[in-house]
């Protein structure tokens, strides 16, 4: 049976940007690296919380990226 290791986090902030000229929309992301594999998902809402009012744009989505090694 084969495990999974959690060995990397990142929080993604995505951002509506307004629409381009020929109307569809235009979204922006910001991503911050090395985000602690321990952090919960309220931890890491409210962390996003804090940094919405300090960003240009409203925010779409609040996203939490894992990677994991596989071991056999």
Do not use: C, W
Not at 38 to 44: E, K, R, S
């Amino acid at each position: 049976m084969a495990t999974a290791n959690l060995v990397n986090s990142v929080l993604v902030l995505s951002f509506d940007a307004g629409m381009d000229e020929s109307g569809k929309p235009i979204v922006k992301r910001k991503s911050f690296n090395n985000i602690k594999t321990q952090a919960t998902a309220d931890q890491l809402y409210a962390i996003s919380q804090a940094l919405i009012p300090l960003q240009q744009y409203p925010v779409i989505t609040i996203e939490r990226h894992d990677a994991r090694e596989l071991y056999a």
